[in-house]
């Protein structure tokens, strides 16, 4: 098993830059592809990133592309997201997620572990 624990979520003006971080613990954190996800209130969770074992190739959702950024050092256990030029309805609570046996995964039931969320909110 993986535990993976989210930080970095707060509240940003529009326009601003946040940095979430995930570090994982217990298995070989290289092992899994690594996701972010996001879920608003009364919606579904939605992928925004996602990022493969060794860092080489990544995934975003066209509502993110060109302003968010997924990366991981697999040395530090850790995967990030860095978002800028953040709006209003990028609002939501973001988790980070773990894929150990999907090598392309974008849908929450590819993924195995999960955070807890950290909350991101963009006051307009």
């Known amino acids: 098993q993986v535990q993976l624990v989210e930080s970095g979520g707060g509240l940003v003006l529009a326009g601003g830059s946040l940095r979430l971080s995930c570090v994982a613990s217990?298995?070989?954190?290289?092992?899994?592809?690594m996701g972010w996800f996001r879920q608003a209130p009364g919606k579904e969770r939605d992928v925004v990133a996602t990022?493969?074992?060794?860092?080489?190739?990544?995934y975003y959702a066209d509502s993110v592309k060109g302003r968010f950024t997924i990366s991981r050092d697999n040395a530090k256990n850790t995967v990030y997201l860095q978002m800028n030029s953040l709006k209003p309805e990028d609002t939501a609570v973001y988790y980070c997620?773990?894929?150990?046996?999907?090598?392309?995964?974008?849908?929450?039931?590819?993924?195995?572990?999960w955070g807890q969320g950290t909350q991101v909110t963009v006051s307009s």
């Open positions: 997620a773990g894929s150990e046996y999907i090598d392309y995964p974008t849908h929450t039931y590819d993924f195995d572990y």
């Open positions: 990022i493969n074992r060794r860092g080489g190739t990544t």
């Open positions: 217990g298995r070989t954190f290289s092992r899994y592809v």
